[in-house]
């Protein structure tokens, strides 16, 4: 069982940045794809990025190219996302989970999720 654990999370004003972890426990947890996903209230969770089991690929939505970079440290357990110029409209809850691609469906071991609000 993969079990990850986020953190991080926050209140900001735009144009500030966070960086959200996300810690996973659980056997060969370093071999597997691990994305983050976004959910705003009212609304449904959406990919915001991904990252391979190695780290040497990722892919993200469009509204968050240029201002996020998800990166990972498997001798860590952790997968990081790096969020520069925040904007009010990254404001949700930021769940971690296992996978590849932005849609959720494939997901699974979701975490508990860490919020982010960006108020101006």
């Known amino acids: 069982q993969l079990q990850p654990v986020e953190s991080g999370g926050g209140l900001v004003q735009p144009g500030e940045s966070l960086r959200l972890s996300c810690v996973v426990s659980g056997v060969t947890s370093h071999n597997y794809p691990m994305g983050w996903f976004r959910q705003a209230p009212g609304k449904e969770r959406i990919g915001v990025a991904c990252i391979t089991a190695s780290g040497g690929d990722a892919k993200y939505a469009d509204s968050v190219k240029g201002r996020f970079t998800i990166s990972r440290d498997n001798s860590k357990k952790t997968i990081w996302l790096q969020m520069d110029s925040l904007k009010p409209d990254d404001t949700g809850v930021y769940y971690c989970?296992?996978?590849?691609?932005?849609?959720?469906?494939?997901?699974?071991?979701w975490g508990q999720g860490t919020q982010v609000t960006v108020f101006s």
């Open positions: 989970a296992r996978g590849w691609g932005l849609n959720p469906l494939p997901f699974d071991n």
